[in-house]
């Protein structure tokens, strides 16, 4: 009877140990890249170059412009374009109906996540007090969603930056809360407009509540768009999406907290600019995602690069972009916006000012954004030299700089390191061909809720005649004790082989830990770069 017990208990406790902690988990959302720059094409752009496109660009989505046409109306004067759709003109279907259906004969295979642009332009005397004119501007994004839909577009960017006339902060004739409650009526008929055109429309706001709170520091004079945007939220169906692009303090962004800052932002700051009614809308059907400006990242004499030292001055163009584009991805829902002036993703931009394609300018920006938007990029023609042990420490040793201190072994394809108050490394080392590119990954944790030290990845080499090699050597550092249990984040490097090694070590390290103190690492890759080429 006791034997029979035991082996129920035995296969109850196995049957714990397989099974799933939960049924149908939710998955996170597939990052992707949108592209936000002054090439964006038009439709008719597209006819002519999107194979050619699609090739050359490293992205997942574009913003495309919209360019009807007036009846009876020559050139320029009979052209009406989507972006300038603050306006008094009542905008017809019909005059899209030449771009829809050139829209709908293009076959896309890259560019799966595409938005119509627009912009708060003209806004020519705009007033939240004039029905009519408010009439057209939902008329206008009713007919823009609707071709969304029969398009099949995920959608339409509104970009609230005031580059015509003021919108936000201008009522003259009304006090401050007249205003306010006449632009959250305004939200909810844009939203009608907007949302019953198309119930799964996603809004990509470049500023949705982050409206005001970096761009003059001065959120009173932006609530009205705080207002208009709670009006939007009144009547969100259920099926649609609002997207924070989080513009500007996105910009300046550069160190792993500052990225996190933006989380932090939609999840905390922006909290008391929600209507109380529309806190679960919120919390549900909003996204983050994060710009990447590249333009202010290689011009010293941009207005933004200041807000981007020391850090942009301590490591080359294309590792500063790598870090921060990986940091963007991983702070945000599903979608990293990135905006693009002397610039372009593919070739012949017709904007007069863009000096060439970034893989151009920066050869191996292409790389970047195609491995990082596409973790399993290289894993289908590409070997990983590392391996993972089943048992035991395999091919891989543990190294501390006090014998005997700490533990680190492999448990169930993780690593772990705990106690290693100096410093130590879980490592390994493979041959190495001079003049070959490499790219070493790992993720890495802490394993207990409170922790110290820091956590790295290490790349190193030894000579033909075995010893160690000066110089050529890197490493990616970061701090256990600003990180979340649970969290994974990957460590990536990229380094070439210098001429007369040997060995190349992949070094996975700690330092710093107390004794109970543990860090996990996992899915350790070392790619030949040169090799998949």
């Given at each position: 009877?006791?034997?029979?017990?035991?082996?129920?208990?035995?296969?109850?406790?196995?049957?714990?140990?397989?099974?799933?902690?939960?049924?149908?988990?939710?998955?996170?959302?597939?990052?992707?890249?949108?592209?936000?720059?002054?090439?964006?094409?038009?439709?008719?752009?597209?006819?002519?170059?999107?194979?050619?496109?699609?090739?050359?660009?490293?992205?997942?989505?574009?913003?495309?412009?919209?360019?009807?046409?007036?009846?009876?109306?020559?050139?320029?004067?009979?052209?009406?374009?989507?972006?300038?759709?603050?306006?008094?003109?009542?905008?017809?279907?019909?005059?899209?109906?030449?771009?829809?259906?050139?829209?709908?004969?293009?076959?896309?295979?890259?560019?799966?996540?595409?938005?119509?642009?627009?912009?708060?332009?003209?806004?020519?005397?705009?007033?939240?007090?004039?029905?009519?004119?408010?009439?057209?501007?939902?008329?206008?994004?009713?007919?823009?969603?609707?071709?969304?839909?029969?398009?099949?577009?995920?959608?339409?960017?509104?970009?609230?930056?005031?580059?015509?006339?003021?919108?936000?902060?201008?009522?003259?004739?009304?006090?401050?809360?007249?205003?306010?409650?006449?632009?959250?009526?305004?939200?909810?008929?844009?939203?009608?407009?907007?949302?019953?055109?198309?119930?799964?429309?996603?809004?990509?706001?470049?500023?949705?509540f982050s409206n005001g709170t970096y761009l003059n520091g001065d959120q009173v004079n932006?609530?009205?768009?705080?207002?208009?945007?709670?009006?939007?939220?009144?009547?969100?169906?259920?099926?649609?999406?609002?997207?924070?692009?989080?513009?500007?303090?996105?910009?300046?962004?550069?160190?792993?907290?500052?990225?996190?800052?933006?989380?932090?932002?939609?999840?905390?700051?922006?909290?008391p600019r929600v209507a109380a009614e529309n806190y679960n809308k919120y919390r549900t059907?909003?996204q983050l995602a994060a710009p990447i400006y590249p333009d202010e990242m290689v011009n010293?004499?941009?207005?933004?690069?200041?807000?981007?030292?020391?850090?942009?001055?301590?490591?080359?163009?294309?590792?500063?972009?790598?870090?921060?584009?990986?940091?963007?991805?991983?702070?945000?829902?599903?979608?990293?916006?990135?905006?693009?002036?002397?610039?372009?993703?593919?070739?012949?931009?017709?904007?007069?000012?863009?000096?060439?394609?970034?893989?151009?300018?920066?050869?191996?920006?292409?790389?970047?954004?195609?491995?990082?938007?596409?973790?399993?990029?290289?894993?289908?023609?590409?070997?990983?030299?590392?391996?993972?042990?089943?048992?035991?420490?395999?091919?891989?040793?543990?190294?501390?700089?006090?014998?005997?201190?700490?533990?680190?072994?492999?448990?169930?394809?993780?690593?772990?390191?705990?106690?290693?108050?100096?410093?130590?490394?879980?490592?390994?080392?493979?041959?190495?061909?001079?003049?070959?590119?490499?790219?070493?990954?790992?993720?890495?944790?802490?394993?207990?809720?409170?922790?110290?030290?820091?956590?790295?990845?290490?790349?190193?080499?030894?000579?033909?005649?075995?010893?160690?090699?000066?110089?050529?050597?890197?490493?990616?550092?970061?701090?256990?004790?600003?990180?979340?249990?649970?969290?994974?984040?990957?460590?990536?490097?990229?380094?070439?082989?210098?001429?007369?090694?040997?060995?190349?070590?992949?070094?996975?390290?700690?330092?710093?830990?107390?004794?109970?103190?543990?860090?996990?690492?996992?899915?350790?890759?070392?790619?030949?770069?040169?090799?998949?080429?």
């Amino acid at each position: 009877m006791k034997k029979s017990l035991f082996t129920m208990l035995a296969l109850l406790f196995t049957g714990l140990l397989v099974a799933a902690p939960v049924e149908n988990p939710w998955t996170p959302k597939k990052k992707k890249i949108i592209d936000m720059s002054w090439s964006n094409p038009s439709v008719d752009y597209l006819v002519e170059h999107l194979a050619r496109m699609e090739q050359e660009a490293p992205i997942n989505g574009i913003t495309v412009r919209f360019i009807g046409r007036k009846p009876g109306v020559e050139g320029k004067a009979g052209e009406v374009h989507a972006h300038a759709i603050i306006t008094r003109d009542v905008w017809q279907y019909e005059w899209f109906a030449d771009q829809i259906a050139k829209y709908k004969g293009l076959n896309f295979t890259r560019f799966t996540d595409n938005f119509i642009y627009t912009t708060m332009t003209p806004a020519r005397d705009m007033d939240w007090f004039d029905d009519a004119y408010w009439a057209a501007i939902c008329n206008n994004y009713g007919i823009l969603a609707r071709i969304t839909r029969e398009c099949n577009m995920t959608g339409i960017v509104f970009d609230p930056e005031e580059y015509g006339g003021q919108i936000w902060r201008r009522y003259p004739g009304h006090s401050h809360a007249e205003a306010i409650a006449k632009a959250r009526q305004r939200g909810r008929e844009f939203g009608r407009a907007v949302f019953g055109a198309n119930p799964n429309i996603k809004l990509l706001c470049l500023f949705l509540f982050s409206n005001g709170t970096y761009l003059n520091g001065d959120q009173v004079n932006h609530t009205l768009s705080h207002s208009f945007f709670n009006g939007v939220y009144d009547v969100l169906p259920p099926t649609a999406t609002m997207i924070e692009g989080h513009e500007y303090f996105g910009y300046f962004a550069n160190t792993d907290t500052e990225f996190e800052q933006l989380r932090i932002d939609l999840d905390r700051t922006f909290l008391p600019r929600v209507a109380a009614e529309n806190y679960n809308k919120y919390r549900t059907q909003t996204q983050l995602a994060a710009p990447i400006y590249p333009d202010e990242m290689v011009n010293p004499r941009h207005p933004c690069y200041n807000y981007l030292k020391p850090e942009i001055e301590q490591i080359p163009f294309l590792d500063y972009l790598r870090q921060n584009l990986q940091r963007a991805l991983r702070v945000s829902d599903e979608y990293v916006w990135v905006y693009s002036e002397t610039g372009c993703w593919w070739s012949r931009s017709p904007h007069p000012k863009v000096k060439g394609t970034w893989e151009e300018q920066f050869p191996g920006t292409n790389r970047i954004f195609i491995e990082l938007a596409n973790p399993d990029f290289l894993s289908a023609g590409a070997q990983n030299l590392v391996e993972v042990p089943t048992s035991g420490m395999g091919k891989w040793m543990f190294w501390t700089a006090i014998n005997h201190q700490g533990r680190g072994i492999w448990q169930n394809g993780v690593a772990f390191m705990t106690g290693v108050k100096l410093r130590g490394s879980i490592h390994t080392s493979i041959p190495a061909i001079a003049g070959h590119e490499y790219m070493l990954t790992v993720e890495v944790r802490p394993r207990s809720q409170s922790i110290s030290g820091s956590a790295s990845l290490s790349a190193s080499f030894r000579a033909m005649d075995n010893a160690w090699m000066r110089g050529p050597g890197q490493e990616k550092v970061v701090q256990m004790r600003s990180r979340q249990r649970g969290e994974w984040e990957t460590l990536t490097i990229r380094i070439v082989a210098p001429e007369n090694c040997k060995l190349l070590y992949f070094q996975m390290g700690v330092a710093g830990l107390k004794d109970n103190d543990a860090v996990e690492f996992r899915n350790p890759r070392l790619i030949d770069l040169t090799a998949t080429e």
